[in-house]
């Protein structure tokens, strides 16, 4: 190995499920090849070496903190996806070295700020491993025979599907998540030919 690296993984939780299990199996995998690895989390199962839960925004005065989930709750009752989560800014502060990549899984589950990619990507290496389809459309995670997420969303055929929406603003989600991306840097992997194809 010509150089060690420090790697930050981003996922949902460390706890059972898909994607946590590949981001735990990945870390470990790191450890072992002399790596600096690290997994930043939106919940854990409990304290580990290692793995950083990712600040809430519960910060602030408490009239600060009022406004600001009057402000998410307004959003979410309009459809829009929930990106309110300013602990994602300070993901590069969390382990005791800068990451020198930033490997990122699932980023839904209200706990990840998608806004933050732009400036991550320009600082950092910054790579995506899909697990599921929810980057690619206005809020599902598959859209199942929908392909609406091809030319923008919009009349979403079921709001119902995971992560469900309130209301349709599929169309405007969509569109945000285009614009952040157009501005980002980003490495992209999927675990299989077909969700590949999707990207």
Not at 73 to 86: L, T, V
Not at 96 to 125: K, Q, T
Request: glycine share 8%; hydrophobic share 40%.
């Amino acid at each position: 190995m010509d150089k060690a690296l420090r790697i930050l993984q981003v996922n949902t939780s460390d706890g059972p499920g898909g994607a946590e299990a590949v981001s735990r199996r990945l870390w470990g995998a790191y450890l072992r090849l002399g790596h600096r690895s690290w997994l930043a989390v939106g919940r854990s199962r409990g304290p580990e070496d290692g793995i950083f839960v990712i600040p809430d925004d519960a910060r602030g005065s408490r009239w600060s903190r009022l406004l600001s989930r009057a402000a998410r709750a307004w959003e979410r009752s309009r459809g829009w996806e929930d990106f309110h989560h300013p602990g994602t800014w300070k993901l590069p502060d969390l382990p005791p070295e800068p990451p020198d990549v930033i490997h990122c899984h699932n980023l839904h589950g209200s706990y990840f700020d998608l806004r933050a990619l732009p400036r991550m990507s320009a600082r950092f290496p910054v790579f995506l491993t899909l697990h599921d389809a929810w980057l690619l459309s206005g809020h599902c995670a598959h859209s199942l025979d929908c392909e609406r997420w091809k030319t923008g969303c919009g009349l979403c055929p079921d709001l119902s599907l995971y992560p469900a929406v309130q209301r349709d603003a599929t169309a405007f989600n969509w569109r945000r998540k285009r614009a952040l991306y157009e501005r980002s840097r980003l490495h992209v992997a999927a675990p299989s030919r077909w969700l590949m194809d999707k990207v």
